[in-house]
Nanobody, 124 residues
Framework: QVQLVESGGGLVQAGGSLRLSCAAS????????MGWFRQAPGKDREFVAG????????YSADSVKGRFTISRDNAENTVYLQMNSLKPEDTAVYYC?????????????????WGQGTQVTVSS
């Protein structure tokens, strides 16, 4: 079992930055593929970014490429999402997810564990 706790959400103006954190416990963190997803009101949850076991490989959705960066610190059992140049359309609940296979998937069903989510609101 893996527990995931997100933090770092909040209200920010368009063009601003936030860094989300997700602390993991309960399983060897370095053997988890980590991902960030988001869900805006009235929309399906969507993939934002993913990172491989040791951070050698990352993948981001086209909508956030060049603005968001995913990283991880295996010594701290934490994955981060640095979000720059935020736009109102980035407003959503952001979820951290962990998968036990060494592949970065974009589909929710490939992730085994989920956090409770953290709200990000970008004002125009």
């Amino acid at each position: 079992q893996v527990q995931l706790v997100e933090s770092g959400g909040g209200l920010v103006q368009a063009g601003g930055s936030l860094r989300l954190s997700c602390a993991a416990s309960g399983r060897t963190f370095s053997r988890l593929t980590m991902g960030w997803f988001r869900q805006a009101p009235g929309k399906d949850r969507e993939f934002v970014a993913g990172i491989s076991w040791i951070g050698a490989t990352t993948y981001s959705a086209d909508s956030v490429k060049g603005r968001f960066t995913i990283s991880r610190d295996n010594a701290e059992n934490t994955v981060y999402l640095q979000m720059n140049s935020l736009k109102p359309e980035d407003t959503a609940v952001y979820y951290c997810a962990a998968g036990v296979t060494p592949i970065i998937y974009q589909k929710e069903r490939e992730y085994n564990y989920w956090g409770q989510g953290t709200q990000v609101t970008v004002s125009s």
